[in-house]
């Protein structure tokens, strides 16, 4: 793993640069504060005219708080781990786009790309050989539905709960599996005994896997971005399981010093942790 200053030579702020931006663990800490530092340094880059591009596992409402937070009021974004493309705030106008239902979000976001796919299979077998586990399934046109509660606070937007044989519509983005019993580990080597198959998963740093259509991540997404924006060069930034593909695809990809081994293989270099500012570090050396 190379240096810091060696891996980002040449690298400069501007409409060239397109910058990958995971969220939690990444722009926010764990318990979703945001430090000054971090806020302050990707609006300078916004400010370069840098595309600063959040790419997230959040859905559409979560990603909106995560950009409410920053103060970027206008943008492309890659939402529930590259499955949806949305243009937040004032219409982007370089691509065609379509409203959001107001069932999902109350804001100006209108959607770009989606990629759906029919997860009851999927979600049978995970329920069979993990009863105590929770399911949250995303759609484009509806709440999500759960066939349990959730830990407080860790799902954004409306919800509703609904029996097992309800979760899944025909527009269905994302599947969120949640275990507060077991470890991340466990989670991951439980799902991999089962053997999915047509779906892409990623587990998060906590007992939190996300399920997505098969071939679709954060990095299909930044690539439809990059071709959209025009961008040249490409950084990502991330921590987690879900942001491998990202970090690998980008000229330059950058991982936070919260993260876990095997996400540190696909990346050029290191910053240091969320909770010393990590991502500001990366994005100072560009500015």
């Not at 309800?166 to 991340?184: F, S």
């Amino acid at each position: 793993m190379r240096t810091l200053s060696d891996a980002l030579d040449g690298v400069m702020a501007g409409p060239d640069l397109l910058i990958g931006l995971d969220v939690d663990g990444t722009i926010l800490r764990h318990d979703t504060s945001l430090s000054p530092r971090v806020r302050e340094a990707i609006l300078a880059h916004v400010a370069a005219g840098t595309h600063v591009i959040i790419a997230t596992g959040r859905g559409i409402p979560g990603t909106q708080l995560a950009l409410d937070a920053v103060g970027i009021t206008s943008a492309y974004a890659v939402c529930s781990n590259g499955a949806i493309i949305a243009a937040f705030g004032e219409d982007q106008g370089l691509v065609p786009t379509t409203p959001i239902s107001p069932d999902i979000i109350d804001a100006p976001v209108r959607l770009v790309r989606a990629r759906t796919f029919d997860p009851t299979r999927e979600i049978e077998r995970v329920m069979e050989a993990l009863p105590d586990v929770t399911i949250a399934v995303e759609s484009m046109c509806s709440a999500t539905r759960l066939s349990g509660p959730f830990p407080t606070g860790e799902l954004m937007g409306n919800s509703v709960l609904v029996p097992s044989s309800e979760l899944v519509t025909p527009d269905t983005t994302r599947v969120t599996i949640r275990a507060p019993h077991m470890t991340a580990t466990q989670l991951l080597e439980a799902i991999e005994e089962i053997g999915l198959r047509g779906v892409e998963y990623t587990v998060g740093w906590s007992a939190w896997m996300d399920l997505a259509p098969h071939g679709i991540s954060k990095a299909v997404g930044l690539q439809e971005v990059k071709e959209i924006v025009g961008a040249s060069r490409s950084v990502t930034v991330g921590d987690s399981g879900n942001d491998c593909e990202m970090l690998a695809w980008a000229d330059v990809g950058i991982v936070m010093g919260n993260s876990r081994d095997y996400v540190r293989e696909f990346a050029d270099t290191m910053v240091p942790h969320v909770n010393d500012d990590g991502l500001a570090v990366a994005l100072e050396a560009m500015l």
